[in-house]
């Protein structure tokens, strides 16, 4: 069923639950759609004037409806306890350990992602809106110790393949929301709000962050790039983009 | 055709069309000051500080508002009940005073709102001088509405009653409501914004 | 208006419709306006809303039209779009994105609030309700102009918004603050229309609740309602305590946009790289709560009279009695309670821990359940019938495949760990187009089909209705079948270039192509239907006061029904609403207000 439905590849860890509920209600849709149909159709054609000049005044006599209606039921809340709410509380709401993981802010803005490494020292340093500017849409401040090791980036996230990535979300004007397709992780940027998004991803591949909140004129073009990468170029990358910190 | 059960109840149901859609006006009433109530506590549980109400606000002002609104919702039971045993004279002062306390309250409020306004606090100071703007606004909006049924129905609308007591009467009880329910909003208002 | 007013048949009851009875009537009242335009009765009042919603959903649909367009052929210059739109809109014939979202928030709007709610409640429900429950009007006929005319005052304000600087809400129908709270002035407009609009929601609401609960004719007891009169009842209920949800939050937004204050705006905003200059500590999610407490149950709003339509109509071109009535009305009921309950289904994603969620995806898999019950009892209601296949049942029974397709798709949405990839995405703008436009706006068109003799004394033609039928069925079908898909491969909606430059859009980028040629494919055949309407209202084959051999009490009124009153002598209710068929008589239907059964034919 999955294949049929045409999502984009599923590159991370949860994904595979996603996809296996996608599956499942979908296959749940199409039992009852094609069954409906076809009695639809059934009574349509029998029930047809030319075909039945005098209509019954009672109809239907047996109950198989009442038992259809009741396996839908019995099926939405299999679908529901024993898949849709565990996940959601195994993947969505249950943070894993910040060590072992990696830790990024992404901050959405009216038009980008502005994303943020704690650098070597693993210490987001210190943000204020007061030092905004073009060339700092995070407001980092370098002269804090934990800040002079951060990395900062537009449109741009790598992660490591294979280990938890940890996204703290927030955005600085309206809101927008940040999504993976391929990770099946999709969030809003709520402001006011620090929201926390994790997944693991489990292929490495480049593809594109979304914006999928209406959030002004250019809301289609909100768009980003990510890198799922192995855990040596990451490192590899890491200690790349370091080589161009400012010097303090 | 007439419509029938303008002012005799129907029997099945005990009610007159009026007072049915008064009751469902009241209750499309409550949602709207219920949804402002809960974003006046939604706002304030989630924000970091918030003011001393007690202070920023006048207590003894919105205390003296209150008896006025209640007296007035005394009065226009009386009003009511005047017209009941056909006293329509009796009914006229009553429905006099009742708007004469309606007026009454409005000028406190203005008095309030000029020495808010007056110190420098304006809806966009805070959430709180947000919240009290708009609610106390929207209840005065309220008050003002029903001052004009009620001046109607104490000047013109009063001919109503040598022609159709029985509506006339109705009208009065709707009236009545209405202005109850203004009351009653008014002191959920009171301790939520004064004294909470 | 073009043509001959169908207002026109009520200027005599017996006389000729045509434009020299419309003179000599002129002639006859000069008071005209007041009895056409300012009437109190519940006919002409139903039918100024039948014609402003038409207008309406016109518009709306011109509207949606330039959307398919734009989003199959983004950026490629239409010099004609120029001229149609504006210079300010779509310089050298390309539309802006300003002009893109303007569409996108005004369509949805419009269409809601302005075309189909009015059409199906303001007018459907005051023509019929009255005229099914056996009583004179409405109960409080002033109201029910009242509530008309601020109506159509809302729909001024909507429709001059475009015209104003920067244009017309551009923020989604939804008018998510932050973003709603910054755009410009074309948003106060649409708050402003929209407090109108609930306004005249609440007084019709009023209105129809007192109605049905007082002037039910003698007899007529509630088990004895047609099906159509409950599901009115529970909308009227559902726009009673739910507009004034969004009435609320309309005004903390007017606050912010007119008084600076910061109802929705946290503190610490940053736009364009300037902090924002507000008070702050406000929240941004107390508007979606507000807005998708009234928005959820507006959805039923918009769907429950479609049921009620559809449900009519079954019954009468099946000859039979609908299967479950009462369980049919207990369903509704369910629906109407949980409606309040499952708001937070479109917050899936704003960070709502385990419980919350789990608690919402239970209302919503609840809330599917009696409309599964409802569709079922009418697909049922077909077995045994012997069915008339004309276009109001056509349409009626195209309703229910389609809102089954657009009510299956609400299932994966309701689960929150498959509405991750989904939401926003246009499987969202699929799923609930399904249940919209042919869903809802096919039962509204059964709808006219089928009361149109009523109205007016004459049949609307036939060919006509089926070639309406069946181009409409097939464009739909084309324009939101892909939405399915391309939203399964992660298209977003509101998208400006309709996704053209995300990878992912690829694979099914194409389909927006012939999704724009079924949208215009969709435009084309409402021909056929406008040139009927038109066209029948003057030159359709007259009929007797009941050509469908219906049971319900508007067919017991003279045709068209009396103004000011409806009946020749109010009916008296003997039996439930679709006695059809019943063992040992000679006609097939025995109308309720019939004392005898012997007396049927
Ligand atoms: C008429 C309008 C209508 C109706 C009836 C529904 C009905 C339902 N809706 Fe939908 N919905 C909308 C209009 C509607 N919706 C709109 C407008 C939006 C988007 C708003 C926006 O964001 O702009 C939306 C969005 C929306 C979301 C949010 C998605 C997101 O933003 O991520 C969700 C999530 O739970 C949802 C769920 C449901 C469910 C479970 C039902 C259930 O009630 C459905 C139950 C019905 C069935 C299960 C069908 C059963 C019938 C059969 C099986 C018969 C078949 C017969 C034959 C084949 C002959 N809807
Ligand atoms: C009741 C609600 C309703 C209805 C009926 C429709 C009907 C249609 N809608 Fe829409 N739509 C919405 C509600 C509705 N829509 C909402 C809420 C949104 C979301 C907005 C947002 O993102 O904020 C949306 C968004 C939306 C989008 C996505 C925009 C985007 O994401 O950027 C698209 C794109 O194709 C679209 C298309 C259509 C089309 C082609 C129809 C067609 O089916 C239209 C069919 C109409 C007719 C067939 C009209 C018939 C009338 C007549 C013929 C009149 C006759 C007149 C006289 C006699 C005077 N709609
Ligand atoms: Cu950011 Cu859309
Ligand atoms: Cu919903």
């Given at each position: 069923m999955i294949e049929w439905l045409g999502m984009p590849v599923g590159a991370s860890a949860h994904a595979v639950e996603v996809d296996r509920l996608m599956a499942l209600v979908h296959w749940l849709m199409l039992v009852m759609f094609v069954g409906w149909s076809t009695y639809f159709t059934y009574v349509l054609v029998r029930f047809r004037r030319g075909r039945n000049p005098r209509a019954s005044y009672h109809g239907v006599r047996s109950r198989w409806s009442t038992w259809a209606e009741a396996g839908v039921l019995v099926s939405e809340v299999v679908l529901l306890v024993f898949f849709a709410i565990p996940f959601w509380s195994r993947q969505v709401d249950a943070l894993p350990a910040e060590q072992g993981s990696t830790v990024v802010r992404v901050v959405a803005e009216q038009f980008a992602w502005n994303v943020h490494y704690p650098g070597p020292d693993g210490v987001f340093g210190r943000t204020s809106s007061d030092l905004v500017s073009a060339d700092n849409p995070l407001g980092l401040d370098r002269r804090d110790p934990a800040g002079r090791d951060d990395l900062t980036l537009v449109n741009e996230l790598n992660l490591p393949v294979g280990r938890p990535a940890i996204i703290w979300l927030s955005t600085k004007d309206v809101i927008h929301s940040f999504a993976l397709p391929q990770m099946r992780v999709k969030q809003d940027a709520i402001p006011g709000v620090l929201q926390p998004v994790w997944f693991t991803p489990s292929e490495t591949g480049q593809w594109e962050i979304v914006c999928a909140q209406l959030c002004g004129l250019a809301h289609f073009r909100m768009r980003g790039i990510y890198r799922i990468q192995t855990p040596d170029e990451f490192q590899a990358w890491l200690a790349e983009e370091a080589k161009y910190l400012p010097a303090y | 055709m007439e419509i029938p059960y303008t002012s005799e109840p129907r029997p099945d149901t005990g009610l007159t069309n009026p007072k049915i859609g008064i009751w469902l006006f009241l209750a499309s009433e409550v949602m709207l000051f219920g949804s402002l109530f809960s974003a006046y506590a939604l706002l304030r549980m989630g924000a970091e500080t918030w003011p001393d109400q007690s202070a920023v606000l006048s207590v003894p002002l919105a205390t003296l508002n209150t008896v006025i609104l209640i007296v007035s919702s005394a009065t226009i039971v009386l009003a009511l009940a005047a017209v009941r045993a056909g006293r329509i004279d009796a009914y006229r002062r009553f429905m006099g005073l009742t708007i004469l306390g309606g007026a009454a309250f409005l000028v406190v409020k203005a008095f309030e709102y000029s020495d808010k306004f007056a110190q420098g606090l304006v809806p966009a100071t805070d959430n709180f001088l947000a919240l009290y703007f708009t609610l106390t606004g929207l209840h005065a909006l309220h008050v003002v509405g029903g001052l004009v049924v009620n001046l109607y129905l104490w000047g013109p609308g009063v001919r109503m009653w040598r022609t159709d007591p029985a509506r006339f009467t109705g009208r009065i009880e709707v009236a009545g409501l209405y202005w109850h329910f203004v009351d009653v909003v008014w002191i959920f208002l009171f301790p939520v914004l004064y004294l909470l | 208006m073009a043509g001959p007013s169908p207002w026109a048949t009520h200027l005599s009851h017996a006389g000729p419709c045509s434009l020299a009875a419309l003179r000599t009537a002129w002639l006859r009242y000069p008071n005209l306006l007041r009895r056409y335009l300012f009437s109190t009765d519940h006919k002409v009042i139903g039918l100024q809303y039948a014609f402003t919603s038409l207008f309406f959903l016109l518009v709306g649909f011109s509207l949606a039209v330039l959307i398919r367009w734009q989003q199959a052929y983004a950026g490629q210059p239409l010099p004609l779009l120029t001229l149609l739109v504006g210079e300010v809109n779509a310089p050298g014939g390309i539309m802006l994105p300003e002009f893109y979202n303007q569409l996108g928030a005004m369509h949805g709007t419009i269409m809601v609030f302005l075309g189909v709610v009015p059409l199906a409640v303001g007018a459907f429900g005051n023509y019929l309700v009255p005229l099914q429950i056996g009583a004179p009007d409405m109960a409080f006929p002033r109201l029910n102009l009242a509530s008309y005319w601020f109506y159509a005052a809302g729909g001024v304000v909507m429709l001059a918004s475009f015209f104003v600087p920067g244009g017309a809400a551009m923020s989604g129908w939804t008018s998510y603050p932050p973003l709603a709270d910054f755009a410009p002035q074309g948003q106060t407009w649409w708050l402003a229309g929209m407090l109108l609009l609930v306004l005249s929601s609440l007084l019709g609401a009023v209105n129809f609740i007192t109605t049905i609960v007082q002037l039910r004719?003698?007899?007529?007891t509630w088990f004895r309602l047609p099906f159509f009169v409950w599901t009115q009842l529970i909308t009227s209920f559902l726009l009673l305590l739910a507009f004034p949800a969004l009435q609320a939050a309309a005004i903390l937004q007017g606050m912010d946009r007119l008084a600076g204050t910061s109802f929705f705006l946290p503190s610490g905003l940053m736009v364009g790289g300037q902090a924002v200059d507000v008070a702050g500590g406000g929240s941004a999610l107390l508007w979606q709560h507000l807005f998708w407490f009234l928005a959820h149950p507006e959805v039923y709003v918009l769907v429950l009279p479609a049921m009620g339509i559809v449900a009519e109509i079954i019954a009468n071109n099946s000859r039979k009695p609908v299967f479950g009535y009462r369980l049919m009305v207990y369903s509704i009921f369910v629906l109407g309670f949980l409606s309040f309950t499952v708001w937070a289904h479109h917050m899936y994603l704003t960070g709502m821990g385990t419980t919350i969620s789990a608690i919402f995806q239970a209302t919503t898999m609840i809330i599917s359940i009696p409309s599964v019950i409802v569709l079922s009892a009418l697909v049922l209601s077909l077995h045994g019938g012997s069915i008339r296949f004309n276009t109001p049942m056509l349409f009626a029974l195209a309703f229910l495949p389609m809102f089954g397709i657009g009510g299956l798709t609400g299932l994966p949405l309701g689960l929150a760990a498959t509405d991750i990839p989904l939401h926003d995405t246009n499987y969202v703008v699929g799923h609930f187009h399904y249940l919209v436009a042919p869903g809802t706006i096919f039962a509204l068109f059964a709808g006219i089909y089928h009361w149109f003799p009523k109205i007016t004394g004459r049949m609307m033609n036939e060919t006509l209705g089926r070639l309406h039928f069946a181009g409409s069925l097939v464009t739909m079908n084309l324009i939101f079948f892909p939405m399915l898909m391309q939203g399964m491969a992660g298209v977003n909606r509101r998208l400006w270039d309709g996704g053209a430059i995300y990878q992912h859009a690829e694979p099914v980028l194409y389909l927006n192509v012939p999704m724009a040629h079924a949208a215009f494919g969709l435009a084309l055949v409402q021909v056929f239907f406008i040139v009927n309407l038109f066209m029948s209202l003057k030159g359709g084959r007259r009929v007797t006061a009941n050509p469908w051999e219906a049971t319900t009490l508007e067919w017991a009124a003279p045709t068209p029904p009396r103004a000011h009153g409806n009946f020749d002598e109010l009916p008296r209710v003997y039996r439930g609403p679709y006695e059809y068929s019943v063992p040992g008589m000679d006609v097939d239907f025995l109308p309720q207000h019939v004392p005898d059964a012997k007396a049927g034919a």
């Amino acid at each position: 069923m999955i294949e049929w439905l045409g999502m984009p590849v599923g590159a991370s860890a949860h994904a595979v639950e996603v996809d296996r509920l996608m599956a499942l209600v979908h296959w749940l849709m199409l039992v009852m759609f094609v069954g409906w149909s076809t009695y639809f159709t059934y009574v349509l054609v029998r029930f047809r004037r030319g075909r039945n000049p005098r209509a019954s005044y009672h109809g239907v006599r047996s109950r198989w409806s009442t038992w259809a209606e009741a396996g839908v039921l019995v099926s939405e809340v299999v679908l529901l306890v024993f898949f849709a709410i565990p996940f959601w509380s195994r993947q969505v709401d249950a943070l894993p350990a910040e060590q072992g993981s990696t830790v990024v802010r992404v901050v959405a803005e009216q038009f980008a992602w502005n994303v943020h490494y704690p650098g070597p020292d693993g210490v987001f340093g210190r943000t204020s809106s007061d030092l905004v500017s073009a060339d700092n849409p995070l407001g980092l401040d370098r002269r804090d110790p934990a800040g002079r090791d951060d990395l900062t980036l537009v449109n741009e996230l790598n992660l490591p393949v294979g280990r938890p990535a940890i996204i703290w979300l927030s955005t600085k004007d309206v809101i927008h929301s940040f999504a993976l397709p391929q990770m099946r992780v999709k969030q809003d940027a709520i402001p006011g709000v620090l929201q926390p998004v994790w997944f693991t991803p489990s292929e490495t591949g480049q593809w594109e962050i979304v914006c999928a909140q209406l959030c002004g004129l250019a809301h289609f073009r909100m768009r980003g790039i990510y890198r799922i990468q192995t855990p040596d170029e990451f490192q590899a990358w890491l200690a790349e983009e370091a080589k161009y910190l400012p010097a303090y | 055709m007439e419509i029938p059960y303008t002012s005799e109840p129907r029997p099945d149901t005990g009610l007159t069309n009026p007072k049915i859609g008064i009751w469902l006006f009241l209750a499309s009433e409550v949602m709207l000051f219920g949804s402002l109530f809960s974003a006046y506590a939604l706002l304030r549980m989630g924000a970091e500080t918030w003011p001393d109400q007690s202070a920023v606000l006048s207590v003894p002002l919105a205390t003296l508002n209150t008896v006025i609104l209640i007296v007035s919702s005394a009065t226009i039971v009386l009003a009511l009940a005047a017209v009941r045993a056909g006293r329509i004279d009796a009914y006229r002062r009553f429905m006099g005073l009742t708007i004469l306390g309606g007026a009454a309250f409005l000028v406190v409020k203005a008095f309030e709102y000029s020495d808010k306004f007056a110190q420098g606090l304006v809806p966009a100071t805070d959430n709180f001088l947000a919240l009290y703007f708009t609610l106390t606004g929207l209840h005065a909006l309220h008050v003002v509405g029903g001052l004009v049924v009620n001046l109607y129905l104490w000047g013109p609308g009063v001919r109503m009653w040598r022609t159709d007591p029985a509506r006339f009467t109705g009208r009065i009880e709707v009236a009545g409501l209405y202005w109850h329910f203004v009351d009653v909003v008014w002191i959920f208002l009171f301790p939520v914004l004064y004294l909470l | 208006m073009a043509g001959p007013s169908p207002w026109a048949t009520h200027l005599s009851h017996a006389g000729p419709c045509s434009l020299a009875a419309l003179r000599t009537a002129w002639l006859r009242y000069p008071n005209l306006l007041r009895r056409y335009l300012f009437s109190t009765d519940h006919k002409v009042i139903g039918l100024q809303y039948a014609f402003t919603s038409l207008f309406f959903l016109l518009v709306g649909f011109s509207l949606a039209v330039l959307i398919r367009w734009q989003q199959a052929y983004a950026g490629q210059p239409l010099p004609l779009l120029t001229l149609l739109v504006g210079e300010v809109n779509a310089p050298g014939g390309i539309m802006l994105p300003e002009f893109y979202n303007q569409l996108g928030a005004m369509h949805g709007t419009i269409m809601v609030f302005l075309g189909v709610v009015p059409l199906a409640v303001g007018a459907f429900g005051n023509y019929l309700v009255p005229l099914q429950i056996g009583a004179p009007d409405m109960a409080f006929p002033r109201l029910n102009l009242a509530s008309y005319w601020f109506y159509a005052a809302g729909g001024v304000v909507m429709l001059a918004s475009f015209f104003v600087p920067g244009g017309a809400a551009m923020s989604g129908w939804t008018s998510y603050p932050p973003l709603a709270d910054f755009a410009p002035q074309g948003q106060t407009w649409w708050l402003a229309g929209m407090l109108l609009l609930v306004l005249s929601s609440l007084l019709g609401a009023v209105n129809f609740i007192t109605t049905i609960v007082q002037l039910r004719a003698p007899g007529m007891t509630w088990f004895r309602l047609p099906f159509f009169v409950w599901t009115q009842l529970i909308t009227s209920f559902l726009l009673l305590l739910a507009f004034p949800a969004l009435q609320a939050a309309a005004i903390l937004q007017g606050m912010d946009r007119l008084a600076g204050t910061s109802f929705f705006l946290p503190s610490g905003l940053m736009v364009g790289g300037q902090a924002v200059d507000v008070a702050g500590g406000g929240s941004a999610l107390l508007w979606q709560h507000l807005f998708w407490f009234l928005a959820h149950p507006e959805v039923y709003v918009l769907v429950l009279p479609a049921m009620g339509i559809v449900a009519e109509i079954i019954a009468n071109n099946s000859r039979k009695p609908v299967f479950g009535y009462r369980l049919m009305v207990y369903s509704i009921f369910v629906l109407g309670f949980l409606s309040f309950t499952v708001w937070a289904h479109h917050m899936y994603l704003t960070g709502m821990g385990t419980t919350i969620s789990a608690i919402f995806q239970a209302t919503t898999m609840i809330i599917s359940i009696p409309s599964v019950i409802v569709l079922s009892a009418l697909v049922l209601s077909l077995h045994g019938g012997s069915i008339r296949f004309n276009t109001p049942m056509l349409f009626a029974l195209a309703f229910l495949p389609m809102f089954g397709i657009g009510g299956l798709t609400g299932l994966p949405l309701g689960l929150a760990a498959t509405d991750i990839p989904l939401h926003d995405t246009n499987y969202v703008v699929g799923h609930f187009h399904y249940l919209v436009a042919p869903g809802t706006i096919f039962a509204l068109f059964a709808g006219i089909y089928h009361w149109f003799p009523k109205i007016t004394g004459r049949m609307m033609n036939e060919t006509l209705g089926r070639l309406h039928f069946a181009g409409s069925l097939v464009t739909m079908n084309l324009i939101f079948f892909p939405m399915l898909m391309q939203g399964m491969a992660g298209v977003n909606r509101r998208l400006w270039d309709g996704g053209a430059i995300y990878q992912h859009a690829e694979p099914v980028l194409y389909l927006n192509v012939p999704m724009a040629h079924a949208a215009f494919g969709l435009a084309l055949v409402q021909v056929f239907f406008i040139v009927n309407l038109f066209m029948s209202l003057k030159g359709g084959r007259r009929v007797t006061a009941n050509p469908w051999e219906a049971t319900t009490l508007e067919w017991a009124a003279p045709t068209p029904p009396r103004a000011h009153g409806n009946f020749d002598e109010l009916p008296r209710v003997y039996r439930g609403p679709y006695e059809y068929s019943v063992p040992g008589m000679d006609v097939d239907f025995l109308p309720q207000h019939v004392p005898d059964a012997k007396a049927g034919a």
